[in-house]
């Protein structure tokens, strides 16, 4: 059986991402927004997908690459009649002392051998495939109507071999600029070839600034530069993935949309950013998380919108699926489970604003209030089950991890509390950390001498490897060993892949590994000296990258193959955090 693995790269600009197919075709884009309907969506329909696609006659063969440090996504065709590449790229740099980032994809069309015979087909949709957008001809230009907005072409490709989809000789270098809402109202060329340019300076530029140790470098800026897009910068949301509907594995029915913002999610991203010493993200998720906390006046939910909207109701959508994988879902019903998790995983990824002097953040005068607020959340929920990290929609149980980020978040607000010279605030959090932990005592098997994953539960769950990760558990500790040991005999697959469980859940047994698990096993590793095995497992894990050195969701331990929604922020920020891990234990200096 052939590997699967997602033939596509990304390119994006803090306002939008895209897909771009080996085959040139834009297999995905959302408009105006990451969590819009599809503009293209060949992705999840070949035929209400539309298509944007600059392909030759005949057969072809194609490979792709990133210019060198950035986020500009090169896509070379060879045919019979010669070579031509398309270059594309989100517009973003810094103009008048903000960040321009565009509702503009570019692409460049650049011959570099012969005559090719070459294509443009440009078919946007609107309202997932439900809406054919009416194209009407300008003087230099096509534009898609049917939608709020108008969709706008502008081109130096005669409209006419557009609009009536033939093919031309390529012998010159070409451009297109497609807009959503705000047209190119500018020189063609000298524009685009301006903001290629400079967008290319700011990526580079943005690497260079990046601290990143001196191993596994290659690896960590291409999972820098894929993350640093997945963030809504208006807002300073980070979303899962930019994808929906992608399965876990063919046929499994696990098929979610993620283009929505998980605080859980934010905790481990975070830290990546701050590994690298990166600061910026990490101020505006806080302003995002600020307007969610102002407007819960009750429970946080698991996840919301990247404008913090609350209501995500979940449903399904008419088209044929990826390979077919139905059903297609928009909007997500984990909204409105209970993780109690949340409140923790909040403390600890806004600890560094407090903490880290690096920073030039300063404690805000209600630090307390807000801080106290999330406490008495955790104090309200301590003896409440809850759907969990994983999201059972038909399972609530006493989660071990969920009383590790009580513990953890509790410890987080002692320190803050120390910050902030604030007494009683420091004693609500001490007594809340002492009763996370008797809790997580409660979950310990000890003829197996392993935490299980809840409360009365013999399951094993890969998200207790963050029990020595957050050093709840000593990483020298035997007992911290034979947690260890335990979950390698019972979850870890070939390869370094790990299972999440190995249980039914409300789909029945998992068939695939999950990405990130790995890359926490890996840090495990680290953290208790196996450096050497650490090394190994990262390396084993970054072959299941696509071209582009992309990571999956999940991946089948069976054939290497690459499921789930793609790319996954959460992978690559596993890659971060285990390099960071080992480069750490090794004494790697910092070289960039």
Known sequence: MARHVYETGIIGNCSYIAHVHLNTNI?????????SSFIFGGLLDKSKGGEFSIRPQGEFTSRQYYIDNTNVLVTEVSCAQGRYRVIDFAPRFVQYERYFKPLMLIRKIELLEGRPLIRVTCRPMGNYGQIALHPYKGSNHMEYHGLSDPVRLTTDVPLTYIDENKHFVLNENKYLVLTYGSPLEAPLQHTADYFLEKTIEYWRQWIQTTGIENIYQEEVIRSSLALKIHQFEDTGAIIAASTTSLPEANGSGRTWDYRYCWLRDAYYILQAFNHIGHFEELERYFHFFENIAVSSRERFQPLYSITGESYLPEREIDLEGYLG???????????????????????????????DNRIKYRARVDAAQWVSNILHKIEAVMDEPDA???EFRNIRQYHCYTYLFHWAGACAAMKMAEKIQHKSLRQLAVKLRNKAAEKIEQCYDPQRRVYTEAIGSRHLDASTLQLILMNYLDPKSQRAKDHLRCL??????????????????????????????????????????????????FEQLMKYTNHLGLLSEDVDAR?????????????????????????????QPIFL
Request: contains cysteine.
């Open 325 to 355: 994988n139905k059903p297609v879902r928009i909007g997500n019903q984990a909204a409105e489970q209970i993780q109690n998790d949340t409140y923790g995983q909040i403390l600890v990824s806004l600890l560094p604003l407090y903490v």
């Open 559 to 587: 054939d290497g193959s690459q499921w789930g929604n793609f790319p996954q922020a959460y992978s690559h920020v596993g890659v971060m955090n285990a390099a960071y891990r080992i480069a750490k234990k090794i004494d």
């Open 488 to 537: 390698e005999q019972h979850l870890k697959a070939e390869n370094g892949l790990f299972y999440r469980y190995k249980h039914e859940d409300d789909f029945g047994k998992p068939e695939t590994t999950f990405l990130v698990t790995a890359f926490w096993y890996v840090e495990v590793l680290a953290h208790m000296g196996r450096v050497k095995e650490a090394q190994e497992n």
């Open 388 to 390: 969990g990290l994983w």
């Open 27 to 35: 297999e995905w884009l959302c408009w105006p927004r990451f969590d």
